[in-house]
Nanobody, 116 residues
Framework: VQLVESGGGLVQPGGSLRLSCAASGFTFTKYYITWIRQPPGKGLERLAN????????YYADSMKGRFTISRDSAKNTVYLQMNGLKSEDTALYYC???????????WGQGTQVTVS
């Protein structure tokens, strides 16, 4: 299993970014992709996840309204649209794959988001 994140970068406060997570190297279709971030010097924070087979989504309460998770099942790709970015959103953003909602069995390498 391989997960490749992209779309990070430097953005001004109030700006937007769309992160992508491309998954490959497997044949199963029933799995979850979770976006997780780690701010500098802090622990991991789960943001949102999506069930690839049905599209059901789950958000951390603090993410509702600004971040939107979506998927393109045909491309095995998950997106995280982030609007109204704040300095506290600065972090390394990872996507993780699991076969149950709170499992993070496989991880990507991360993409850096800097809001400044």
């Amino acid at each position: 299993v391989q997960l490749v994140e992209s779309g990070g970068g430097l953005v001004q406060p109030g700006g937007s970014l769309r992160l992508s997570c491309a998954a490959s190297g497997f044949t199963f279709t029933k799995y979850y992709i979770t976006w997780i971030r780690q701010p500098p010097g802090k622990g991991l924070e789960r943001l949102a996840n999506i069930y690839m087979d049905g599209g059901n989504t789950y958000y951390a309460d603090s993410m509702k309204g600004r971040f939107t998770i979506s998927r393109d099942s045909a491309k095995n790709t998950v997106y995280l649209q982030m609007n109204g970015l704040k300095s506290e959103d600065t972090a390394l953003y990872y996507c993780a794959l699991g076969t149950v909602r709170i499992e993070y069995k496989f991880w990507g390498q991360g993409t850096q988001v800097t809001v400044s």
